[in-house]
């Protein structure tokens, strides 16, 4: 029997048994047409003893016949034995949805003629079984099942996102912004499933490989998994493994909210290791993630255990002599009881850059068992361990302060003329003179522009990055082979499903992890100084402990009432978050003394300690040992002395979410409301973990979120839509403060009370129309979205200066009694929209033919605008700031993206098998550091192209697939955001095989 959940994908399966004739049936919650969303029943023909009926469950299709299983096991891909051909029937009316193959109609007789027997079948799906014909030529023999019981039925869970309408490019549901399996045509935002298939194609791995052909996101290309430096998660209130600056990952503009594994925060480094398929949720996420964040969720979905036997393995290599090998097995251990995954991953990677070796161990097995039909539970480890060498930043070109130190302009020189004592009083500087003043000093040679020229500048102002002095150029690795880093990480992750009710499911979703992670030397070499040195940025060693804790519970009702379509979720999660972060020691004295560079002007002649990084020359000196220099101060500190940091955290939430669907779901609706409670702890430990001083106590703090929404299909496949989300963070303090501590006692508790500052909130608007259109051939979204932080405090200028506590202060705006040697008593700060970004977003798949698919994502933002505060001042040196970042873009933010993938799969003639695919990546330029006032880095807009080829043969008779990808074909230097350059052209080799 094949029966749909609630949220309308296949529910149960049934095997015939025996001899016995049978047939499959569908019970779906009815459509405008009468009929269920999915094919109604089905039967694969075959010569045979008279009135012999083999039938399958199934759903969707896969390339080479890729048998994919549902999150409980069931099967949810077509396949078939090449023995077997399909007969298709046309649709016929609901009451003749029971078909007994060679037994007794319960309503009208389909005929079965000997040798053969059929069912009706849903239009669309012979189209698509039509179209998979030369990949089911591919197809794996299936495994015997053991009989079922005739009246046993799995029902597959609310939750489940396997549907019919899949295909190896496009997903039909997703979880992430309803808490329910949804049709993404029926879900009023920007939400779009990167495909397991679509990832193998492309040869994406880890995040950056998700993302790269997405529209509008861009990644922080060294901070992350397969972005070359480090293993932390996409977390942006951490640096890139724990430690440095945070990541500058943007979606539209805006920082990511959080990852997702199987909807739960992932707070254990992000990776591929184990993927279905990644939703890719934009915008906020004000129900399901809460909080002010406007960027997105992207939710990785992993592999299950599955009662289908399949064994898959694949090997791969690339052209800098990085090898991995993976084993994804999966199989019944009880029939129909008790089913597992197993996969294990070992890697042995490098990139392009020197020293940038590391290592990757992953194992992770999982079962699930089901009691009673009604009931399934998965329990999954999983323990990854990563090792390697760390690989720096590229380092920023900062010619327009080298131009100044080597021929610099009189005009800089005449500032020697202010001097009032020593020899050079009244005197211009000499040559030799402003080198010395501006050789090691980027404040003093920044002031001195604006003394000349009246204007702020930057470091590298509309400059990008530069190879320097580095003898391998840019492939160069400023941290040198002696910088190691380690990451590793224990899992449980456990989830039940319960079906109360054929309308009420719950369930119980919970993680426990324990992650280590340990980076040596995070600092950079950002910029070569005009004295010729191109120091070395020390003393951002990091260890961390991190025991994060994650539990939910959901329910969810569906049920027609009064021609209505209603589902109700209610859920309560809560976390409990532990870190630790240890101190680092540096003692720069056990470096062995080095000869100076003659290249550095004004070094020591014999450097010393902390020297031989400051007068550091790449044409010289060798990198020094990190490993010489750094320790832990748990390593190094005695009992009672503060070596670490703990901090943990009470995050908990309650939230509803509804959908209607009205009209045979012309009309959908969609509403939900969350309230979250946090709670936080800081305070140091010894190198025991003993505590000593409380330095940090959150007290309950409580903020509302909400979001609503409503599509609106006015033609069969044009779902307009439009949505509003609100997150909301706490923020504390007053709208009036003292402009220093010396005015405090002019401001009243009553007055600080009486405008407090308001919560942060994020508030996103959207706007679009989503198409499914000939026979779901053309699948895509057209939207516009403005998102914006609203109560960001900016300081009310105005309120300030006609303050009457501010007469005969430099804001003070009578020229009467104004007096600019004296600052302002009290600052007024008032709420605005901040950081705002509003623009177009695309994003389509077409499949014209069995044989062609093209994706395509755009995105344009004609608002893209940082949002900086102008101080109460007149100095120029308070107003700097203001002065230089204002007007500058989002961080890491461009204005325009393009991203386009083609495949076509050859079905006739010798390459028959074989594919090509073919694509292009293109996107503006971005400043990485907008909200920098120090740096004015721009990297230049990039246009690069993909090709991958794969090709079937057999290998002892069984199909082998080839496949090479070639990323960045025309070898194009560049960087797609942070701080790090892209890949150069590399080429990688894949085989996989599967049993």
């Not at 051909?85 to 193959?101: G, Y």
């Not at 503060?642 to 955290?649: G, H, L, N």
């Not at 706007?767 to 051939?777: C, I, N």
């Not at 623009?839 to 698919?853: A, K, N, V």
Request: hydrophobic letters at 35%; charged letters at 20%; glycine letters at 8%.
């Amino acid at each position: 029997m094949i029966r749909t959940g609630a949220a309308g994908t296949v529910g149960a399966w049934r095997q015939p048994t025996g001899s016995r004739s049978a047939a499959a049936r569908v019970r779906q919650p009815k459509t405008r047409d009468g009929a269920g969303d999915m094919a109604a029943t089905w039967s694969f023909c075959r010569v045979a003893p008279a009135g012999t009926c083999r039938t399958r469950s199934a759903a969707g299709l896969s390339d080479f016949s890729n048998p994919a299983v549902s999150g409980d096991g069931t099967l949810t891909h077509w396949w078939a034995h090449p023995s077997w051909f399909p007969r298709l029937i046309a649709p016929r009316s609901a009451s003749d949805r029971v078909t007994p193959c060679g037994g007794r109609p319960a309503a009208k007789q389909t005929s079965c003629p000997m040798n053969t027997c059929h069912v009706p079948f849903r239009t669309f799906a012979a189209s698509a079984l039509l179209g998979a014909l030369p990949a089911l030529a591919q197809s794996v023999t299936p495994p015997a099942s053991a009989p079922r019981g005739e009246d046993e039925v799995i029902q597959l869970s609310v939750f489940e996102v396997v549907s019919a309408k899949d295909s190896p490019y496009v997903a039909d549901k997703s979880v992430a912004t309803t808490g329910f399996a949804a049709d993404l045509s029926k879900i009023p935002l920007a939400i779009n499933v990167v495909t397991d298939q679509f990832l193998r194609d492309t040869a994406g791995i880890g995040f950056n490989g998700i993302v790269a052909y997405q529209a509008g996101i861009t990644t922080d290309q060294g901070g992350m998994d397969n972005g070359g430096r480090n293993t932390a998660g996409v977390n942006p209130t951490l640096g890139a493994i724990t430690g440095g600056e945070p990541l500058r990952t943007r979606m539209r503009g805006q920082p990511i909210n959080l990852s997702q594994r199987n909807g739960l925060p992932m707070m254990i480094g992000f990776s591929t290791d184990n993927v279905n398929r990644v939703e890719v949720a934009r915008g906020p996420m004000a129900v399901f993630v809460g909080g002010s964040t406007l960027g997105g969720v992207i939710n990785l979905i992993t592999d299950k255990p599955s009662f289908q036997r399949s064994m898959e393995f694949r090997t791969s290599y690339d052209s800098n002599d990085s090898f991995v090998a993976k084993a994804n097995l999966a199989g019944p251990l009880l029939k129909g009881k008790l089913a597992y995954r197993l996969i294990a991953l070992y890697s042995d990677d490098n990139t392009w850059r020197d020293f940038s070796a590391s290592h990757t161990r992953f194992f992770n097995p999982q079962v699930t068992w089901r009691p009673f039909q009604k009931v399934s539970t998965r329990l999954e480890y999983a323990r990854r361990d990563r090792w390697g060498n760390s690989v720096s930043h590229a380092q920023q070109s900062t010619q327009n302060y080298q131009n100044d130190y080597d021929t610099p302009p009189q005009a800089l020189l005449d500032l020697g003329k202010t001097r009032t004592t020593g020899a050079g009083a009244g005197q211009p500087y000499t040559v030799a003179e402003y080198r010395t003043r501006i050789g090691r000093a980027f404040a003093t040679w920044r002031s001195d522009r604006y003394a000349v020229y009246g204007k702020w500048v930057t470091l590298g102002e509309g400059e990008g990055f530069v190879a320097g002095d580095w003898a391998s150029g840019v492939d160069a690795n400023h941290f040198g082979a002696n910088d190691p880093y380690s990451s590793t990480y224990d899992m449980v992750e456990s989830e039940t499903n319960i079906f109360l009710a054929d309308w009420l499911e719950v369930r119980l979703l919970g993680r426990w992890a324990n992650q280590h992670s340990e980076t040596l030397a995070f600092g950079n070499a950002l910029r070569r100084y005009p004295d010729g040195s191109t120091p070395l940025a020390n003393g951002f060693s990091t260890k961390r402990d991190e025991i994060p804790v994650n539990g939910k519970v959901e329910a969810v009702l569906t049920r027609d009432l009064f021609r209505v379509n209603h589902k109700l979720l209610l859920g309560y999660e809560a976390a409990y978050n532990q870190a630790w972060s240890v101190n680092p020691v540096w003692n720069y004295t056990k470096l062995a003394p080095v000869a100076a560079s003659p290249n550095v002007i004004g070094s020591p002649a014999t450097l010393t300690g902390s020297n031989i990084f400051a007068y550091f020359d790449p044409r010289v000196h060798a990198i020094p040992d990190y490993k010489q220099v750094a320790a832990f101060a748990d390593a190094v500190y005695a009992d009672g002395v503060a070596a670490q940091f703990y901090t943990r955290s009470f995050p908990e939430a309650g939230y509803v979410a509804y959908s209607a669907g009205f009209w045979k779901d012309r009309i959908t609706v969609f509403g939900g409301y969350r309230n979250s409670i946090t709670q936080a702890h800081t305070w140091s430990e010894d190198r025991n973990r003993t505590r000593l001083q409380t330095s940090g106590i959150t007290d309950r703090q409580s903020t509302q979120s909400h979001t609503y929404g409503i599509v609106i299909e006015p033609f069969p496949g044009f779902n307009l839509y439009a949505s509003e989300n609100v997150g909301a963070d706490t923020q504390t303090g007053s709208l009036i403060n003292p402009y220093t501590s010396t005015y405090a006692g002019l401001i009243s508790q009553e007055e600080r009370e009486a405008n407090r500052v308001p919560d942060l909130e994020g508030y996103g608007r959207e706007l679009g129309l989503k198409l499914e259109l000939f026979d779901r051939k053309l699948i895509g979204r057209l939207g516009v979205f403005d998102l914006s932080r609203r109560n960001t405090i900016v300081v009310d200028n105005e309120r300030t200066a006609n303050d009457p506590r501010n007469v005969g202060t430099q804001v003070d705006p009578n020229p009467a009694t104004q007096n600019t040697a004296q600052t302002a008593r009290v600052q007024w700060n008032r709420t605005i929209d901040g950081n705002r970004s509003s623009g177009l977003e695309i994003g389509f798949t077409w499949q014209p033919t069995r044989q062609y698919t093209a994706v395509l994502e755009a995105s344009h933002l004609w608002t893209n605008k940082l949002t900086v505060s102008k101080p109460a001042s007149t100095s120029p040196t308070v107003l700097m700031d203001y002065m230089i970042l204002n007007g500058r873009p989002l961080d890491n933010t461009p204005d325009d993206t393009l991203k386009v993938w083609q495949k076509y799969a050859f079905t006739d003639g010798r390459l028959k098998s074989g594919w090509i695919g073919f694509g292009v990546r293109a996107q503006t330029s971005v400043m990485p550091a907008a909200s920098t006032s120090s740096w004015g880095t721009v990297l230049r807009g990039w246009v690069v192209y993909d090709l991958a080829l794969g090709y079937t043969v057999d290998v002892f008779r069984r199909p082998v697939q080839l496949q090479v990808n070639v990323e960045n074909l025309t070898d194009e230097l560049y960087s797609a955001g942070g701080r790090s350059y892209s890949p150069p052209r590399q080429w990688t080799l894949q085989a996989t095989t599967r049993f």
